[in-house]
């Protein structure tokens, strides 16, 4: 039996948003759990990607910014449902890549989230005590998958483009900043509901 949870963070290039919010996941799994957190493996990969191409320096930058560390230097992947198949967990920074995922591998519907739209739900899970208390990490990001398709029609927003985060590669550094700082609360208020 597997005991590592593995979350898949997917933008388009996978050079700027994505590993983005895998690093500022890594960041707030690692504040909150401490060692608890290698249960939980966070990778990232673009649904456009062109493999070997290196993340975005700006990247380093926005995260200083934001006071939080800059990810390792890392190189771009192409999603494939191979690595659909092992993630726990998918989060998309758009509507339009959950809907690729989807199509890529069907079954991952009930395990793909836009990172605001999985903040949306886990907000008001937080506030509904709904979500089972786990063990470790792990077993809370389980239980959040869970329990979290049963509240996307009843936590969904008026405006659906609001679940996106825009793509700001190559933006001004404000813009750039602006984004993550979205990707940050978002992701914090995943991990509070563990």
């Known amino acids: 039996m597997r005991t ?5 963070v997917v ?17 707030h799994l690692l504040e909150r759990f401490g060692d608890r957190a290698a249960t939980i493996r966070v990778t990232s990969a673009g649904t456009d990607a062109q493999p070997g191409r290196p993340t975005d320096p700006e990247v380093a930058t926005v995260l200083t910014t934001l ?4 990810p390792a230097p890392g190189a771009a992947r192409a999603l494939d449902a191979q690595l659909l198949a092992t993630a726990d967990l998918v989060l ?11 199509t890529l591998v069907p079954p991952a519907q009930r395990r793909v989230f836009t990172v ?11 506030r509904e005590g709904r979500l089972p208390a786990g063990g470790t990490p792990a077993a ?7 329990a979290a398709p049963a509240w996307r029609g009843p936590t969904a927003p008026r405006d659906p483009a609001s679940d996106d ?5 190559g933006a001004r550094l404000d813009v750039q900043v602006k984004a993550a700082r979205r990707l940050d609360e978002a ?3 995943v991990v509070a509901v563990l």
């Open 116 to 126: 605001v739209e999985l903040a949306r739900i886990c907000r008001h899970l937080g």
């Open 92 to 102: 998309t920074m758009t509507r339009d890549q959950r809907g690729q995922v989807i």
């Open 11 to 27: 933008c388009t290039a996978n050079v700027s948003r994505s590993p983005m919010a895998a690093a500022l996941l890594r960041h």
């Open 4 to 8: 590592r949870f593995e979350v898949l």
């Open 140 to 146: 809370g990001l389980k239980a959040l998958v869970a």
């Open 187 to 189: 992701l914090a208020a």
């Open 165 to 169: 985060v825009d793509d700001v590669h």
């Open 67 to 70: 006071q939080r560390p800059a």
